[in-house]
């Protein structure tokens, strides 16, 4: 991906770029690279979805601060987005099934 | 033809900044500074300028408006002394680090404590490491002069670094002197237009800045940083030779003073150096080879330039109006020796006066005995001591 206007590749995000091509004083050149950025790597604990209790009632997506619960076009929740699930447990809290287990990270 | 008129250097620097009409003026009182928001204001309150003028509560808000307004696009200004600055101490390298080319007005005065409002360079030395692109004024011109070069030093694309302009607090802020000034068009048409590439507020180009930066990029960033440092020594040197072909003044690293054939030096910033220049003038009808060097960038500080020039004298005396509190001597000494070591410059014995702290008069026979040491240097070729105070009661 690039930005429009000014030709800045995302090579700004790579963490081999040299200091003559990154972006000055570390600006974004372009919107919504959050995506780019795994910060599930920081996550201690994590939530299991137990897809046979689950009652698709959607009270656990909308608590999730990182947007890790995606939701298909049918408006079924699917699988957590583990690259970006921080492990917080809101959502294993929030689920009024006992449908999202909580388990230690390996 | 050039305006001549009469003014204060702080009338001068927010005559300037009238001139340039910038977006937004973020300034919080303080003296000896507070004259340059309150002329400006008026000019606002006039209908002079087109400028949006932030009344903040702090000099810590002052800076973070401007770099707020720097970053949505605009071009961002403001003044301070001592305190003040100190207040805006994280703000100063945020701005410098996020590549803000915000330009402010700093009039020398005293950090406290002890609590003292008069003139000395504790303040701005103190920010010397901060990122800042520093520019020291003699007098009401020079402060004027540097202002109407300070943006396009600054917003220069191989640059892109805020720009503080340093003048003497009281001695030039408040000191009614002959000035000459550009005309508006004139001035309009050297300092131009701010076209940023990137800014928060451009709709077709959304970016982010300021973000989180880990050990994985920051230090490129500040490779990056060091190396637009590195540039404004050329952009510095350009503008000046453009602002020459405007009004005839001449502006480069540093200024020499009746250094020709001159055996010693003194290497002084801002007011002072009009005192230096008296003195030289009437040691010299004496016979003595005395002169002057005057910075003018203290950063980036000229390293080549002053080593080299510096090499062709016996003994010099690099005079601070500040203490680094080092037990070594003062910040512009330490500078001045870095840089002749760093480029093999041996020859001359230097020595470090501090001098004028807390705004101590400076008198020509003070000058008179650091020119008669020097000279004994020479003489005797021994030094003594190195690390010396001015003109304090012992
Ligand atoms: S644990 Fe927290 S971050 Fe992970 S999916 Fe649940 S609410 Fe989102
Ligand atoms: S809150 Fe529990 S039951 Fe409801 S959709 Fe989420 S996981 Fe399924």
Redesign the pocket.
């Known amino acids: 991906m690039s930005c429009k206007s000014c030709n800045l590749e995302r090579k700004e995000l790579s963490p081999d770029v040299t200091w003559k091509d990154i972006t000055e004083g570390g600006t974004i050149a372009d919107a919504g690279n959050a995506v780019l950025i795994k910060t599930g790597e920081w996550?201690s604990?994590r939530?299991v979805w137990l897809k046979d209790k689950c009652k698709q009632c959607l009270l656990?997506f909308p608590?999730?601060?990182?947007s890790?619960?995606p939701v298909n076009s049918e408006g079924n929740r699917e699988d957590?987005?583990y690259d970006?699930?921080?492990?917080?447990?809101?959502?294993?809290k929030v689920c009024p099934f006992k449908a999202?287990d909580?388990v230690d990270e390996g | 033809m050039a305006i001549r008129e009469r003014m204060s250097g702080n009338e001068a620097v927010a005559f300037a900044m009238k001139q340039i009409n910038p977006d937004v003026v973020a300034a919080f009182p303080i003296t000896p500074s507070t004259e340059i928001p309150q002329y400006f204001s008026t000019y606002v309150s006039n209908g002079e300028v087109d400028t949006e003028f932030i009344a903040v509560e702090s000099e810590h808000s002052a800076m973070s408006a401007c770099i707020g307004a720097q970053a949505a696009g605009g071009r961002a200004m403001t003044a301070t002394s001592a305190n003040g600055l100190a207040l805006m101490w994280e703000c100063l390298y945020i701005a410098a680090c996020s590549r803000l080319p915000i330009v402010m007005a700093v009039v020398n005065r005293t950090m406290s404590g002890p609590l003292n409002i008069h003139n000395d360079h504790s303040d701005s030395m103190g920010a010397r490491d901060s990122g800042w692109i520093q520019l020291y004024s003699e007098n009401n011109q020079e402060a004027y002069d540097n202002m109407l070069m300070a943006h396009r030093i600054a917003e220069h694309p191989s640059v892109m670094l805020p720009v503080m302009v340093c003048q003497d607090g009281f001695i030039t802020s408040h000191a009614v002197e002959n000035i000459e000034l550009v005309e508006d068009d004139k001035v309009k048409a050297f300092v131009g237009e701010y076209n940023p590439v990137h800014y928060l507020l451009n709709r077709d180009n959304p970016i982010s800045m300021g973000p989180l930066d880990h050990f994985t990029h920051t230090f490129e960033h500040k490779r990056q940083q060091a190396q637009a440092m590195m540039n404004a020594k050329n952009v510095i040197l350009e503008v000046a030779r453009e602002f020459e072909k405007l009004t005839g003044r001449k502006y480069g690293f540093f200024e020499e003073y009746r250094t020709e054939d001159a055996e010693t030096v003194i290497v002084v910033l801002n007011s002072t150096a009009g005192t230096v220049k008296y003195v030289v003038d009437q040691m010299r009808k004496e016979g003595k080879k005395v002169g002057l060097i005057k910075p003018r960038v203290y950063r980036p500080f000229p390293v080549d330039e002053i080593a080299s020039a510096l090499s062709r004298f016996k003994a010099i005396a690099v005079m601070d109006k500040a203490d680094s509190f080092n037990a070594a001597g003062g910040p512009l000494f330490t500078d001045v020796t870095s840089a002749m070591y760093a480029k093999s410059v041996f020859g001359p014995k230097v020595i470090n006066y501090i001098y004028g702290l807390g705004g101590r008069d400076v008198r020509t026979d003070d000058i008179e005995l650091v020119f008669n040491n020097l000279l004994k240097i020479v003489e005797t070729g021994e030094v003594g001591s190195v690390y010396n105070y001015l003109g304090v009661r012992e």
Request: a positive charge.
């Open positions: 996550r604990k939530p656990c608590v999730c601060p990182d890790s619960i957590f987005d970006h699930c921080k492990g917080c447990g809101i959502c294993v999202i909580f």
